[in-house]
């Protein structure tokens, strides 16, 4: 079974701090994935990787960085949270091809205060 | 236009009836689709996936693909309360995977 792991459930953060939210994957997939969903605006595509230390924008990168050092870890950064950064975040994964299935975590819910 | 679309609901049945949740896409280079299901509060998990033109079935879940249409359904059979959630569609254009904002099924007992 594929398992997906996000460092925390529940994050409650001030304004201008950095946050760290960690994902990890046990099934040595190549891709990685950061999303946050909100409601009415579905999953939207902030950063994935395809390999280690390779990184691509997805739809809504600003206000994001990631890194993947190890290939089982993928991070996402907010370098200086916003209230409007306030969202669930979901990681996934996904093997080697691109079109394959994606596996998610858990979430982590994010507030910023 | 985006490009996955759904009918965000909600979709009511009663218990024991066929649930059809639809989803159109706009790429025709799209190559492979997926069906989640994502209970409030949870993350989403799949269901099926397809990837040929016609129907997969899969116990009480039957993808349907049509690409000259550009359009996948989910059906769900003798629907249970425990299928009420949110329905993700995604499709796979070859270069970035996306989805669309979920359809919100309620089974009633």
């Known amino acids: 079974d594929v398992k997906v792991t996000q460092s925390s459930r529940y994050l409650v953060k001030r304004t201008g701090e950095k946050v760290f939210l960690e994902c990890v994957q046990d099934?040595?997939?190549?891709?990685m994935f950061w999303y946050r969903q909100d409601p009415g605006l579905g999953l939207r595509l902030i950063y994935f990787?395809?390999?280690?230390?390779?990184?691509e924008k997805g739809d809504i990168p600003e206000g994001y960085s990631v890194s993947r050092e190890k290939k089982e870890r993928f991070s996402l950064i907010l370098e200086s949270a916003s209230t409007n950064q306030t969202s669930m975040y979901l990681c996934?994964?996904?093997?080697?091809?691109?079109?394959?299935?994606?596996?998610f975590g858990p979430g982590t819910r994010l507030t910023v205060l | 236009q985006k490009e996955v679309e759904q009918n965000s609901g909600p979709l009511s049945v009663p218990e024991g009836a066929i649930a059809s949740l639809n989803c159109t896409y706009s790429d025709r280079g799209s190559q492979s689709f997926f069906w989640y299901r994502q209970y409030s509060g949870k993350s989403p998990e799949l269901i099926m996936f397809i990837y040929s033109n016609g129907d997969k079935e899969d116990g009480r879940f039957t993808a349907q693909l049509n690409k000259a249409s550009q359009y996948v359904s989910l059906l769900i059979r003798d629907s249970q309360p425990s299928d009420s959630a949110t329905y993700l569609c995604a499709v796979n254009t070859g270069n970035q995977f996306y989805f669309g904002t979920g359809t919100s099924l309620t089974v009633i007992p």
């Open positions: 990787s395809y390999d280690v230390k390779m990184k």
């Open positions: 996934a994964s996904s093997p080697s091809d691109l079109a394959d299935t994606q596996y």
């Open positions: 099934m040595d997939h190549e891709n």
